[in-house]
């Protein structure tokens, strides 16, 4: 099983750049596991916020495999505590074992054809954190839920 983190933009920010590969690095121990960034559309001004969605999805969407389990990180989703979020990794890895993906949209969000293809939605927190934040924040509660399976001692309860 793979696990990928699809973003919709690139990191530019030194801080960003530099925790994702130590959080990448460390869960490289525990699965295979992947960014892919997918270029920010050009010369979108005269595009509405539903056009931009729309062009944004067909590029989610041709990262995507018919048999991928996809999780929109979206402001709507459940919520989950880190030891919850361990076990939905875990009940995924022991039951169905096929790739996950989870995605991060644009500015505006999804497109509905790709609301339709996921088969769930997360939210981080109540809160909305910058598109460059969240893929940090996620991939340290990615490697906090291996820790959890592992029973190491990364996370205090």
Known sequence: M???LLTVG???????KEGL????????????F??????EL???????????????GELILKNIRPDDH???????????????????IENHI??????????????????????SRCNSKISLSKMTFSHQMVRVIFVEQLY???????GEPYHHE
């Open 2 to 4: 793979k696990i990928t």
């Open 10 to 16: 690139k990191t530019d920010v030194k801080w960003v």
């Open 21 to 32: 590969q130590l959080y990448i690095s460390r869960l490289s121990h525990y699965v295979k």
């Open 34 to 39: 992947s960014m892919v960034e997918i270029p």
């Open 42 to 56: 050009k010369n979108v001004s005269a595009l509405s916020k539903d056009e931009i969605k729309s062009r944004e």
């Open 70 to 88: 996809v999780v929109l990180l979206d402001e709507r989703g459940d919520m989950f505590s880190s030891i919850n979020f361990a076990s939905k």
């Open 94 to 115: 022991s039951r169905q074992g096929n790739d996950m993906i989870f995605v991060v949209g644009g500015a505006y969000g999804f497109s509905e054809p790709v609301y």
């Open 144 to 150: 906090r839920a291996f820790t959890i399976m592992r």
